[in-house]
């Protein structure tokens, strides 16, 4: 059986979960077995995840479950993988998927790749994976030879695909551990998808000259239903937030779209955005090398560029 | 407090990637090698601010070959007391764990730091298999920290906002950006690493079930597109009809 950690938030399943469930569910296909998922704390809706192909939907519906401890999760869903006989266990490479990922590994003592990106291939008792590595600049391929393997999947690495009806939901009675770490506060920004889940971000750096005229890109991600980001210098001198960060050291994204308006592209910031699907920069300088890794570029100026783009969405939407 | 930093050695991040002729392994003719910039810039001197306060010994770990010892010096020249490298190829993440947490076992560590991950293979399974193997709470993507007496107040970074956790050590950390600020060694510094102690330690045996088969180069990206930046209608049409990502 393929076992599928489905991580929720505040009680609702993100993307993410739909994501893993569905490249569970194609796992399972591949090996001739069951897709079954994991659902831990309090959640909504957990039979939901049936449609994306989770046969069975195994709920531990303890409230302790709810506040976060990479130690007391990875117990709970190791166990429950051991219970259930479970040969390949997927998670999400979020935050707390990657917190748990390598305890997974250690305490099912199993093969593990954390970050991959496209559907395993079955050789055997062999399943191989690959992820993307160096920044972008290579694939790695990986094979776990082990009996019990361990997944975590990038996001947005594949659509999550309705297949089926409702799942059966099933409560698992496994004890839960004391936690030996306290949750104090959880700060998040509301409103807005976060960065690392967005599928339409628009970033922008120091060709805006002034945290001042951010009020063009705003609108343009607010036309488009995008969220907005910045790129390190920006971020430095506080024009916008930490979190909009992204690159190398900031966060590394994959939106179906990137738009990069008046940043020029030095490798640092690629690493962290060149797996997005589509990338538009807009920059007045032809030779910004952001342009190489760019689908589609505008040269010009972006106080004129930014207005009329999203003028053009705001007529694209009225239309569709 | 007894504080053990993590340290890892990656490609430059703009080192150009070339493959061996069997595309098993990387070509490593002219890769420039760092020591990891979140082990370096976050995790070590966050280590040295908590000493530097509360008193007590930095010591890096590294899993490598002999070569690794000018990296291990530059973290030593940083400010680090003394070095520990475990003398083998580090192969996979799990045996890379299992060597650190060998070590770690039984020194009674207060604090092991890591960065949040490499920056050339991304996992960030390491800190949360070491934590693990040693049976301690892990805390990730650290981007503040707190530190009175044994107990820790830390910032760890989450999807859109961070959290603040509690926690007693011993215990594992893994440093986000804004964990502390960079420091560039200086000549005493250097001089002074020249004599600081590096221990070598031969490697414990690990059976490993992760192996690496070998590596692309994705494909060429095709040339960008551009469009006349009076005509942004036409942007959007190719954005919905060509790339439908609108």
Redesign the interface.
């Known amino acids: 059986m393929v076992l599928v950690f489905a991580e929720s938030?505040k009680g609702q399943f993100?993307k993410a979960a739909f994501e893993a469930v569905t490249y569970g569910y194609k796992t399972a296909q591949a090996l001739g077995t069951d897709c079954a998922a994991l659902v831990l704390g309090t959640v909504n809706g957990t039979e939901m995840l049936g449609k994306y192909g989770a046969n069975r939907i195994y709920h531990i519906a303890d409230s302790s479950l709810d506040q976060?401890?990479?130690?007391v999760h990875?117990t709970v869903v190791a166990t429950a993988a051991q219970q259930l006989g479970a040969q390949v266990v997927i998670l999400s490479h979020?935050?707390?998927g990657?917190?748990?990922?390598?305890?997974l590994?250690?305490?099912l003592?199993?093969?593990?790749?954390?970050?991959v990106n496209s559907l395993p291939v079955v050789e055997g008792n062999v399943l191989?994976v690959k992820?993307?590595?160096?920044?972008?600049?290579?694939?790695?391929?990986?094979?776990?030879?082990?009996s019990v393997?361990v997944l975590s999947l990038t996001g947005n690495s594949l659509p999550p695909e309705e297949v089926g009806g409702a799942g059966m939901v099933e409560t698992l009675a496994i004890p839960v551990p004391a936690s030996?770490?306290?949750?104090?506060?959880?700060?998040?920004?509301e409103g807005?998808?976060?960065?690392?889940?967005a599928?339409?971000v628009v970033s922008a750096g120091r060709g805006m000259k002034g945290p001042e005229n951010w009020a063009i890109v705003e609108e343009l991600a607010d036309v488009?239903g995008a969220t907005t980001a910045c790129s390190r210098p920006v971020a430095d001198a506080h024009w916008r937030p930490?979190?909009e960060?992204v690159g190398?050291?900031?966060?590394?994204i994959r939106p179906?779209?990137y738009i990069a308006i008046g940043i020029s592209g030095a490798?640092?910031h690629l690493?962290g955005v060149n797996n997005s699907?589509?990338i538009?920069?807009i920059n007045k300088d032809p030779e910004a090398p952001f342009?190489?890794?760019?689908?589609?570029?505008?040269?010009?100026?972006l106080f004129?560029?930014i207005p009329?783009?999203t003028?053009?969405?705001r007529?694209?939407k009225a239309q569709? | 407090m007894k504080l053990l930093v993590c340290v890892s050695k990656t490609p430059d991040t703009t080192t150009k990637i070339a493959l061996s002729a069997d595309a098993k392994a990387l070509d490593t003719n002219g890769v420039q090698y760092i020591l990891n910039p979140y082990d370096e810039w976050y995790a070590l001197v966050r280590a040295l601010e908590l000493k530097e306060a509360q008193g007590g010994t930095v010591t890096l770990i590294n899993v490598g070959p002999v070569t690794n010892d000018a990296i291990i010096r530059k973290g030593l020249a940083i400010g680090a007391d003394d070095a520990v490298r475990i003398n083998a190829e580090p192969t996979s993440a799990m045996y890379v764990a299992q060597q650190i947490a060998a070590f770690a076992k039984d020194a009674a560590y207060d604090v092991i730091f890591l960065g949040k991950e490499t920056i050339d293979y991304n996992g960030s399974e390491v800190g949360a298999m070491i934590a693990e193997l040693l049976d301690m709470p892990f805390i990730s993507y650290a981007s503040h920290m707190d530190m009175n007496g044994n107990i820790a107040t830390i910032a760890r970074d989450i999807e859109g906002g961070t959290e603040a956790v509690e926690v007693h050590a011993p215990f594992v950390i893994s440093a986000a950006k804004g964990l502390a600020e960079q420091r560039i060694p200086n000549m005493k510094g250097i001089m002074m690493a020249k004599s600081k102690p590096l221990a070598v330690v031969e490697p414990i045996a690990v059976e490993e079930a992760t192996s690496l088969v070998g590596y692309e180069l994705p494909k060429p990206k095709s040339a960008v597109k551009l469009i006349d930046p009076d005509n942004m209608g036409e942007l959007v049409r190719l954005l919905h009809e060509e790339a439908k990502v609108v």
């Open positions: 938030q993100k976060f401890d990479s130690q990875a979020s935050m707390n990657k917190a748990i990922t390598g305890r590994a250690v305490r003592n199993a093969g593990s790749v954390a970050g191989k992820k993307s590595v160096f920044s972008g600049k290579a694939i790695a391929e990986f094979a776990m030879n082990s393997k030996r770490t306290t949750v104090k506060d959880v700060k998040r920004i807005t998808v976060p960065l690392p889940e599928e339409l488009l930490h979190h960060h190398q050291t900031g966060i590394a179906n779209l490798i640092q690493a699907r589509t538009v920069v342009f190489k890794a760019a689908d589609y570029g505008v040269v010009g100026d004129e560029v009329k783009l003028e053009a969405f007529e694209f569709s």
